[in-house]
Each structure stands twice: as C-alpha cells, then as structure tokens.
C-alpha cells in the first residue's frame, strides 16, 4: 500500500482510515510518506461502511489509472 500511496502527490495522501483488521498491522509504514492513520472505534460498526465505500472508491480510481 505504501508503494501504491507514494505515487499519489503528498496533498492528497494526508491521512487514511482503516477498519480494525489484522491487514492494517503495517500502518505505521505509511507514516514515513507523512501520512496519518486512524482506526474505526472498536464496536463501531457504522463507521466500517463508510471506510470500506471511501477504499472502494480509491481503488477503482487508482486502478483505472495504471490500466
């Protein structure tokens, strides 16, 4: 994720947001691009929904453009 985020321009990569899943024990590898990140509160799980929706959206934009 770090290689992937390092081609965004630094104004757009200022923080992320992550569910609270064991994929994410890494996150601290983004903060030496600068970045912030955050975890969804612990039972919570609304705040999951909108997480997963903004990812989804990153992903189809950032796959569109290397295709």
């Known amino acids: ?14 923080s992320v947001t992550f569910d609270n899943g064991a994929e994410f024990a890494r996150h601290y590898r983004l903060h030496e ?18 997480v997963e929706n903004a990812i989804g959206r990153l992903r189809r934009g950032l796959l569109s453009r290397v295709n």
């Open 1 to 14: 994720m770090a290689q992937v985020l390092s081609l965004i321009p630094d104004l757009w990569r200022k």
């Open 33 to 50: 691009l600068g970045m912030e990140t955050f975890f969804c509160d612990t039972r919570s799980p609304w705040q999951k929904g909108g």
